[in-house]
């Protein structure tokens, strides 16, 4: 295992992914807000269903959700 920070590796998508990761955990409590979603996360070891103003629904075993592929096009 590389001990160096991912800011400083070689490859520039690993460089990059916690920032594309910090912005897709924003844009999906966004898009929860908008539509009045609960947000499944996983802290301290349990999953949790937050609602979009931030409280605490439940705790539970999380479900297998399948998700169609995407066209994500050129990554050049």
Do not use: C
């Not at 070689?10 to 460089?15: S, T």
């Not at 908008?34 to 996983?42: D, M, N, R």
């Not at 269903?49 to 998700?67: D, L, M, N, W, Y």
């Amino acid at each position: 295992m590389n001990a160096l920070p991912i800011s400083q590796a070689r490859d520039a998508d690993l460089r990059f992914s916690q920032k594309a990761l910090e912005r897709a955990a924003a844009r999906a409590s966004q898009m929860a807000a908008q539509t009045g979603t609960a947000l499944i996360v996983f802290r301290n070891g349990r999953v949790e269903t937050i609602q979009p103003a931030g409280g605490h629904v439940s705790i539970h075993t999380p479900r297998t959700v399948k998700e169609p592929e995407s066209n994500y096009g050129d990554k050049s």
